[in-house]
């Protein structure tokens, strides 16, 4: 997983973070070891340029709600069955 990632995540759950960063947010990307690549991105502010630098990396919890089933064309919660037509 990326530093940018852990950070991210960390920022928005951590209150203690939300206010360093928001004191003092280059020191802190910073000294959590973001690379210039991620710093640049994220000094953007562009969320498809951050979302891009995740496309392929999943995380346990975007495996776990994956469709169990992949191969069923339906939408879930499946819908009911048409009545069957007595000629």
Known sequence: MSSLFDFLTDIAINPKQQIAF???????TDMLGLSEIEQAVFESKSSNKIAALFADETTPLAEICNDPNPEDPFPDPDPEPEPSKED
Do not use: F, R, T
Request: a neutral charge.
């Open 22 to 28: 928001a004191q003092q947010p280059i020191i802190l």
